[in-house]
């Protein structure tokens, strides 16, 4: 019988390797951020149902595989806010990608509302059930396109047809360009030097006839793009 001595090439060799794959369990059950799918996004709770997009590695006996297709429902929706009513938020397609954030510990007393900081019940460690949806769906996959940067001012992308909305969700009013409103008003100027008045003892004649602009409408001044509510 070999008898295999700890300063023997092949103990190393094989000592070395089970430290190397106890490592990768143990860092594989940790999960920090992940990109995912998004599968549906229901407004009215701000929350996500999504689909990582990478699967999870499994450990089994004869090596590790990968999991079946993972869907996660009721995933908040950490959006733009401070809590004090100021949000920023818009619609989440299905088939964006977004980070999903995967918290190192229990939330949910956190979440339920509870004074903080608080002691979590359960003790678990970088679980899904813990993951938050990071809206940020501008990635490699899916650049920013030139025209939503700049190198003077912020920017605020839309897709065409769409309005941003100022001050709640159901915002109707629109703004006057002022351009346009401008325009509007210095055609009215031009008419109004152009009117010439009776003077007293002159010889009555027809008043010359003056062509007006033509009368603005609301279209004609205001934008589509941003509407805002009636304060």
């Known amino acids: 019988m070999t008898v295999i001595q700890p300063t023997d090439?092949?103990?190393?060799?094989?000592l070395a390797d089970a430290i190397r794959e106890g490592a990768q369990a143990s860092t594989g059950r940790v999960r920090v951020c992940v990109d995912a799918e998004i599968v549906s996004y229901d407004s009215s709770t701000t929350?996500?149902?999504v689909r990582p997009c990478v699967r999870e590695l499994v450990r089994i006996v004869d090596g590790l595989v990968y999991a079946d297709e993972l869907e996660i429902p009721g995933v908040p929706v950490r959006w733009p806010g401070d809590g004090s009513g100021v949000a920023i938020t818009?619609?989440?397609p299905?088939?964006?990608i977004v980070p999903l954030l995967i918290r190192d510990r229990s939330h949910d007393e956190v979440d339920?509302?509870?004074?903080?900081?608080?002691?979590?019940a359960s003790q678990r460690r970088w679980d899904l059930s813990d993951a938050e949806v990071l809206p940020l769906a501008w990635s490699a996959r899916d650049p920013l396109p030139s025209s939503a940067?700049?190198?003077?001012?912020p920017v605020v992308l839309l897709p065409a047809g769409q309005a941003l909305l100022v001050g709640e969700a159901t915002a109707a009013r629109a703004l006057s360009l002022a351009t346009e409103t401008a325009a509007k008003l210095a055609a009215i100027e031009g008419v109004?030097?152009?009117l010439v008045l009776p003077v007293s003892g002159a010889t009555a004649g027809p008043p010359a006839v003056?062509?007006?602009?033509?009368?603005t409408t609301a279209a004609d001044i205001q934008t589509a793009r941003i509407k805002v509510d009636t304060q």
Not at 149 to 153: D, G, I, L
């Open 9 to 14: 090439t092949t103990y190393r060799a094989r």
């Open 47 to 49: 929350t996500a149902r």
């Open 90 to 92: 818009w619609p989440l």
């Open 94 to 96: 299905v088939g964006a």
């Open 112 to 120: 339920d509302g509870a004074v903080v900081p608080t002691q979590p």
């Open 149 to 153: 940067s700049s190198t003077t001012a």
């Open 192 to 194: 109004l030097n152009s």
């Open 210 to 215: 003056i062509p007006f602009p033509t009368p």
